[in-house]
């Protein structure tokens, strides 16, 4: 006699099954409208219980046509990778294990998970030995960490304690970055009580690199000011990467904490082939970057890194009577945001463990290779032109209205006519004042035929469009 549980998890696997099989097959983009969907989910509150199994049964049929295929290989449009299979079967036990990781005594196996963890990740992307680390959801998280140890540290070398004083009264801090910065990094700062508008945005080049005179130029304005400096490594459209090495000892004469965002793009460092790109991020003060997006781990994975663990940890830390602290453990809740939190180092530990050092830098050489090999095969098509070839995983194209009226409309149509045609998911970009259509390779699965068959389709679809 099987119960509830059983059931219930014996449907899921079921589902899950058939999801990940149909992949290869199936749409790529939604194949049901917004009212379809809201019709079927949006369901009376029910009065009373139903059995486990139908429950999941039918989450499944309501959905349908309503999940993205990003599992899958042909979902190019922005970085958000896939699931390696032990990191899924892992991020299943994590739900069924169920632990509460703010604490080591909670959760001693997801507590020394995360340390592996936490080291392997430090490791392969060639960050400082001491960095502390957490765990977070993501990059944004990541960066809400950094930055309030940044903010933390900044101030307190002006004398001024912001975690018992706050930030009225406090030297106003000033943060430099390119202008090609990614919009989660003002966002981090909005939550810190830092606002938007304490970011001077440096134009950046036509690389879209921070220019290392321009950032001496604007710390040279006003030399004793406390600082922040937003670096990138792996820019939303081109993959480009500030120049660490020129950059971070200019940053540094001035006392200004460097902060890094490397959602996708540190991941670079794992590979031999791309590591130099990164040359120098190790100079850096704090590092953001993801799980969820190149190591493919299923979502919320970030990790935040940072060089000076003391105020990493003041910033963070947050003791209570009633609870169990373990002297010689790591207890998560001294370096996170959270409070309760899901042990989502499993997942991870397993991602790291399946691929090893060979198997990150084998994804992140296969994904760079399919990336250029999509760009240049779709730029290839009568009706379609390379605005940015691929330096790693990201590249740019776009369509020239064939009447010579309005490229950028007609980029976006042929983007809309791709997504309809269910082959491939792209997205549009407003880049140098032009649209383009993104080309983004982050997932385990893509393969050169899938890269091959996309590239039939965009000939398609242009066919059709011109026709
Ligand atoms: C995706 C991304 C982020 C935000 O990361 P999340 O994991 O979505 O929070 C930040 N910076 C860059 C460059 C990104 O690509």
Redesign the pocket.
Known sequence: MQDETTRALGRAIHHSLQHLDQLPYAPVGPTVDLATMRRRLLRPLGDGPLPAEQVIDELVADSAGGIVGSAGGRFHA??VGGSVPAALAADWLTSTWDQNAGLYAAGPAAAIAEEATGAWVSELLGLPRQASFALV???????ATCLAAARNAVLRSKGWDVEADGLQGAPAIRVISGNQR?S??TRALRLLGLGKNCVIDIPADDQYRLRPADLEAELRREPDRPTIVLL?A???CTGSFDPFRELIPIAKKYNAWVHV?????LWAAASARFRHLTDGVDLADSW?T?G??WLNVPYDS?FAFVRDNAAHLASMSSRESYLIYDGNARDQMDWNPEFSRRARGFAAYAAIRQLGRSGVEQLVDRCCDLALALVRGVGALPGAEIVWEPQINQGLVRFPDPAGLDDNAWTDKVIAAILASGEAFFGGTTWHGSRCMRVSVSNWRTTQAEVDRVIAAVENVLKRLES
Not at 137 to 143: D, I, K, L, S, V
Not at 261 to 265: P, S, V
């Open positions: 922005w970085v959801t993501g990059c944004q998280m990541a960066h990614h989660s990094t990138l792996g820019e939303l965002d490397g959602a996708f793009g953001a993801d969820h997006k970030g």
